[in-house]
């Protein structure tokens, strides 16, 4: 004789029962990459000062240097370009930097020290779904800065931009590889900071210095030999070499370490600190974390 198949209490039988719910982590990473957005909207001396700090900057050397063709070789005047021409590659990857590592190891190590993380960690969101959230919030930060930085270039200053598809696909990898990679290295260097306070301090040496050797306010072929050779082991002097290859003339390759634009490099150092700063943040992450 057969079993009679077992019943739930409400009569429904056990094999019809829901099963447990599971988190998505693709799910709850938007979710938490838009209430990041949310909350980054409600503070507007951070949205102002992050968003339109590069166009700003641009204006600044516009409004120093003017706007006459002064940038290049003298003696090949019709190589010269506007300082507004060429400074819009450096801006565009100093706004990587600026977002993907010292704002978000900002955000990441305050959620440390505050709690944040800790009571995050007590709910059913996956540490994957908070990082998808930060990264989902750096990726937005840094498109609209280059898309403000675009738009200002063309109608401000009257900057040619690009008109083939292959240069703006080189484009998009650059941009792409570049926010990933200064995204994980951020999170890592937030997951080694000692306190709250050092982390914001340090956080901002990097840009800033950086900045200065990778070709980003100067020309990259008049930083002397010994500073170009750190700059070379970065993603900022390799982001803003290649956004300078789709940017400006072909013969400004001449201008360039061996004279050539090299993206193959470019995406050998990015995708190499992508590697190493996502390596550091599996090693160093605690979810809770260990203070």
Known sequence: MSTP???????VPSNARRRPWQPNTLA??????????????????????????????MALFSSVFGNEPSMGDPSRPESLLRPAEYFLPGMLALATI???F???SG????????????????????????????????????????????????F????????????WL??????????????VIGIAFACIARSAQSASTMSAVPPLLLAFISGIYFPFSQIPDWLRSI????????????????????????????????LGLSAVVIGLWLVVGLMVTLLTFRWPPQK
Do not use: C, H
């Open 231 to 262: 700059a070379d082991l970065t993603p900022l002097r390799w982001t803003a070499s290649g956004f300078r290859s789709v940017l400006l003339p072909e013969g400004w390759a001449t201008v360039e370490p061996g004279g050539v634009w090299n």
């Open 5 to 11: 198949a077992a019943t739930a209490p409400t009569g």
């Open 28 to 57: 709850l990473g938007w979710r938490r990459t838009r209430l990041e957005v949310t909350m980054f909207w409600r503070d507007p001396s951070a949205l102002v000062f992050t968003l339109f700090f590069p166009l700003i900057m």
């Open 170 to 183: 080189t484009f998009a990898w650059l941009l792409l590889g570049a926010t990933a990679a200064w995204s």
């Open 102 to 104: 010292q704002n978000l």
């Open 98 to 100: 600026l977002s993907g």
């Open 107 to 154: 955000y990441v190590t305050a959620e440390r020290f505050n709690g944040s993380i800790k009571r995050l960690a007590g709910t059913p969101l996956p540490r994957l779904s908070y990082f998808l959230g930060k990264t989902g919030l750096t990726l937005i930060l840094i498109l609209t800065q280059t898309a403000l930085l675009l738009l200002g270039a063309r």
């Open 156 to 167: 401000l200053f009257g900057v040619e931009l690009p008109t083939t598809t292959t240069a």
